[in-house]
């Protein structure tokens, strides 16, 4: 069997990360998902992969190249072009991506699989296909049932009596949904497909292909499986997707580095006086990283590659990107510190490099000016003089 990854979205509902890395490259403690996918696929002797690419094409291109390295045969088909500005994307959409390729190259010759490139999942991608084989449809979709105040953000399904899809509904309303069981977007498919999608223009799989099988009475299954499905479509997800990690809560997640302590993990080459700070497990800390005495951090907790955490600095239930500077006063609670970005679980993002206070939290390699330092001394100043607590009374100055 044959696959196709889908990762050529703009990654919408999880920015700013995705304005410098695509979706399927969001790491999971340091994994990006996508990898995870293509080690799922080796494990059922899946060899050969195409990958759709738009935005931040090179991103993905350049950190899996031909697969080689992760055991498998990787190609591109990029969608989009080159301009005076350089690479400008423009999906075809999903089902789109999958004829550009049929039209090229003839590729898909055999039943295949596509997925997402978003998600952390263990399905049992070999049973889906005997399964999938003995209905002998034309397109199968695994299927997961949802809690109904959560319809709205996927594609929900009606199977009949012989599991045939009769209805697919894109994103509906709570109240017209007709179902709770969703499209986890991972899809079975015989090369007659492409019989249903146009060449050369935008076509979607959930909201244009799926509605044409069914009205065209075409044998189209739904499989309900029960499998660990970990979404990464919106900022709230990924946090949760990393609280999960840390928390032992997805099954078989290999956890990065080394125990060091109970509920502790570390890289290579950290500096920690572990007799002097405060370390509250689950928490993983990324290799050449120093955590200053005196600083405390709280877990669920994710401290990246090459950061500082200063002495002072209060970190509970954070996810702080690589080559991050936390400040010695700076309180963070509940954020992911993504670039110049200190984002909060709910989406919301205050930018950092806009605001007064970006000497708090920014990139450790940058050097302080002079009008930091300045900065720095009078609030510092500030605190001494009037005997503050500068989580209790100064509430400007968090980034919390």
Same mark, same amino acid.
């Given at each position: 069997?044959?696959?196709?990854?889908?990762?050529?979205?703009?990654?919408?509902?999880?920015?700013?990360?995705?304005?410098?890395?695509?979706?399927? %490259?969001?790491?999971?403690?340091?994994?990006?998902?996508?990898?995870?996918?293509?080690?799922?696929?080796?494990?059922?002797?899946?060899?050969?992969?195409?990958?759709?690419?738009?935005?931040?094409?090179?991103?993905?291109?350049?950190?899996?190249?031909?697969?080689?390295?992760? @055991?498998?045969?990787?190609?591109?088909?990029?969608?989009?072009? %080159?301009?005076?500005?350089?690479?400008?994307?423009?999906?075809?959409?999903?089902?789109?991506?999958?004829?550009?390729?049929?039209?090229?190259?003839?590729?898909?010759?055999? =039943?295949?699989?596509?997925?997402?490139?978003?998600?952390?999942?263990?399905?049992?991608?070999?049973?889906?296909?005997?399964?999938?084989?003995?209905?002998?449809?034309?397109?199968?979709?695994?299927?997961?049932?949802?809690?109904?105040?959560?319809?709205?953000?996927?594609?929900?399904?009606?199977?009949?009596?012989?599991?045939?899809?009769?209805?697919?509904?894109?994103?509906?309303?709570?109240?017209?949904?007709?179902?709770?069981?969703?499209?986890?977007?991972?899809?079975?498919?015989?090369?007659?497909?492409?019989?249903?999608?146009?060449?050369?223009?935008?076509?979607?799989?959930?909201?244009?292909?799926?509605?044409?099988?069914?009205?065209?009475?075409?044998?189209?299954?739904?499989?309900?499986?029960?499998?660990?499905?970990?979404?990464?479509?919106?900022?709230?997800?990924?946090?949760?997707?990393?609280? %999960?990690?840390?928390?032992?809560?997805?099954?078989?997640?290999?956890?990065?580095?080394?125990?060091?302590?109970? @509920?502790?993990? =570390?890289?290579?080459?950290?500096?920690?006086?572990?007799?002097?700070?405060?370390?509250?497990?689950?928490?993983?800390?990324?290799?050449?990283?120093?955590?200053?005495? !005196?600083?405390?951090?709280?877990?669920?907790? %994710?401290? @990246?590659?090459?950061?500082?955490?200063?002495?002072?600095?209060?970190?509970?239930?954070?996810?702080?990107?690589?080559?991050?500077?936390?400040? @010695?006063?700076?309180?963070?609670?509940?954020?992911?510190?993504? !670039?110049?970005?200190?984002?909060?679980?709910?989406?919301?993002?205050?930018?950092?490099?806009?605001?007064?206070?970006?000497?708090?939290?920014?990139?450790?390699?940058?050097?302080?000016?002079?009008?930091?330092?300045?900065?720095?001394?009078?609030?510092?100043?500030?605190?001494?003089?009037?005997?503050?607590?500068?989580?209790? =009374?100064?509430?400007?100055?968090?980034?919390?």
């Amino acid at each position: 069997m044959k696959a196709m990854i889908l990762a050529a979205g703009k990654g919408t509902r999880v920015r700013p990360i995705t304005n410098e890395m695509p979706k399927p %490259m969001i790491p999971i403690l340091r994994k990006p998902v996508m990898e995870s996918i293509i080690d799922l696929l080796r494990a059922h002797d899946v060899h050969e992969v195409v990958v759709n690419t738009s935005h931040l094409a090179p991103v993905i291109e350049n950190y899996f190249r031909d697969g080689s390295q992760h @055991g498998v045969h990787m190609a591109y088909s990029y969608e989009g072009h %080159m301009t005076h500005a350089g690479l400008e994307g423009k999906a075809l959409g999903s089902a789109g991506g999958m004829k550009r390729i049929q039209d090229f190259s003839g590729f898909f010759d055999e =039943t295949f699989i596509v997925l997402c490139g978003d998600a952390w999942i263990d399905l049992d991608i070999s049973a889906a296909l005997r399964w999938h084989k003995e209905k002998g449809g034309i397109a199968t979709v695994i299927l997961q049932e949802v809690p109904h105040e959560e319809v709205h953000k996927y594609g929900v399904v009606k199977l009949d009596a012989r599991e045939r899809i009769v209805q697919f509904q894109e994103k509906p309303k709570q109240e017209e949904a007709v179902s709770n069981t969703i499209n986890t977007g991972i899809y079975l498919f015989e090369p007659e497909i492409f019989r249903y999608i146009p060449s050369g223009v935008e076509y979607d799989i959930g909201s244009q292909l799926f509605p044409a099988l069914v009205a065209a009475g075409e044998e189209f299954y739904g499989l309900p499986m029960d499998f660990q499905w970990v979404d990464i479509g919106s900022v709230p997800d990924v946090w949760a997707a990393t609280r %999960m990690a840390l928390q032992g809560q997805i099954k078989g997640f290999p956890m990065p580095g080394k125990e060091v302590r109970p @509920g502790v993990w =570390t890289g290579i080459n950290t500096s920690i006086n572990w007799e002097k700070v405060k370390i509250i497990p689950p928490v993983y800390i990324g290799s050449s990283t120093k955590i200053e005495a !005196g600083a405390e951090i709280v877990g669920p907790c %994710m401290i @990246g590659a090459n950061c500082v955490i200063e002495s002072g600095a209060e970190i509970s239930q954070c996810l702080i990107s690589d080559y991050t500077r936390v400040g @010695g006063i700076a309180v963070l609670d509940n954020k992911l510190v993504f !670039g110049g970005d200190c984002i909060s679980p709910d989406g919301s993002v205050l930018n950092l490099g806009e605001t007064q206070i970006r000497w708090l939290v920014d990139d450790m390699r940058r050097a302080l000016n002079p009008g930091d330092i300045h900065d720095m001394l009078l609030f510092s100043n500030m605190l001494s003089f009037h005997e503050l607590n500068a989580r209790e =009374t100064l509430p400007e100055l968090e980034v919390a």
